[in-house]
């Protein structure tokens, strides 16, 4: 049975990551308490929580800040993510380890299918799964839990850009997951490391572009 530490924590986490509170947002831990029926203190300690993964700030006799991510925290993630990717299909080549197509093609149809359904929580959430399964091949429990640290930042990010750009074209990782797992199945796998790459530099100029700080 969770405790209301964990209760009060994964509900207030669920409204960042999903855009409820936006960045800038500033949280009462009167009005969370009220809104979540139970006391200041499992709000305190789930707040510091989250202040430790880097969701919210407490600002002293103001309340909660919910912090945005930064440029230079996803340019980071991002980064991480290329490496790790470029890791694993090293590894796959060099060690004759091999990808789970099977989990692989469950998630990519599951990015898919969230596209029809204009359902980018799900989209973004499986886009993430994706490329953590194509990590796994690495067989390297340590790079998994780098990735797990950061994939959060990355899908937070991606949600409240995606509400903050309802103009802008979306779902781009399905067509470079699409190519990847076609790569994948042919074992085509410099092809794989030049998607990954690809896909990190054109990122990184869109960010650019759009005045991304």
């Given at each position: 049975?969770s405790?209301?530490?964990?209760?009060?924590?994964?509900?207030?986490?669920?409204?960042?990551?999903?855009?409820?509170?936006?960045?800038?947002?500033?949280?009462?831990?009167?009005?969370?308490?009220?809104?979540?029926?139970?006391?200041?203190?499992?709000?305190?300690?789930?707040?510091?929580?989250?202040?430790?993964?880097?969701?919210?700030?407490s600002?002293?006799?103001?309340?909660?800040f919910?912090?945005?991510?930064?440029?230079?925290?996803?340019?980071?993630?991002?980064?991480?993510?290329?490496?790790?990717?470029e890791?694993?299909?090293?590894?796959?080549?060099?060690?004759?380890?091999?990808f789970?197509?099977?989990?692989?093609?469950?998630?990519l149809?599951?990015?898919?299918?969230?596209?029809?359904?204009?359902?980018?929580?799900?989209?973004?959430?499986?886009?993430?799964?994706?490329?953590?399964?194509?990590?796994t091949?690495?067989?390297?429990?340590?790079?998994?839990?780098?990735?797990?640290?950061?994939?959060?930042?990355?899908?937070?990010?991606?949600?409240?850009?995606?509400?903050?750009?309802?103009?802008?074209?979306?779902?781009?990782?399905?067509?470079?997951?699409?190519a990847?797992?076609?790569?994948?199945?042919?074992?085509?796998?410099?092809?794989?490391?030049?998607?990954?790459?690809?896909?990190?530099?054109?990122?990184?100029?869109?960010?650019?572009?759009?005045?991304?700080?």
């Amino acid at each position: 049975m969770s405790s209301l530490v964990d209760i009060a924590y994964n509900k207030i986490r669920e409204n960042i990551m999903t855009g409820i509170y936006m960045p800038g947002t500033l949280l009462s831990e009167n009005e969370l308490a009220e809104l979540l029926n139970m006391s200041r203190t499992p709000i305190r300690s789930a707040i510091s929580r989250l202040e430790t993964e880097g969701f919210v700030s407490s600002l002293k006799n103001r309340g909660i800040f919910v912090k945005e991510i930064s440029f230079k925290e996803i340019l980071d993630a991002m980064e991480v993510f290329l490496f790790l990717e470029e890791f694993s299909v090293d590894s796959v080549t060099e060690k004759g380890l091999a990808f789970n197509i099977e989990e692989l093609k469950t998630y990519l149809d599951q990015q898919l299918a969230a596209e029809v359904e204009d359902d980018y929580p799900s989209y973004v959430h499986s886009s993430m799964m994706f490329t953590r399964s194509m990590i796994t091949a690495a067989n390297n429990q340590r790079m998994l839990q780098i990735m797990d640290s950061v994939k959060d930042k990355l899908i937070h990010f991606g949600i409240i850009n995606w509400k903050l750009t309802p103009h802008q074209k979306h779902y781009s990782a399905n067509l470079l997951n699409k190519a990847v797992y076609e790569a994948v199945c042919t074992e085509n796998y410099a092809e794989v490391k030049r998607l990954c790459k690809e896909a990190y530099w054109k990122n990184r100029e869109r960010f650019i572009r759009s005045g991304i700080q």
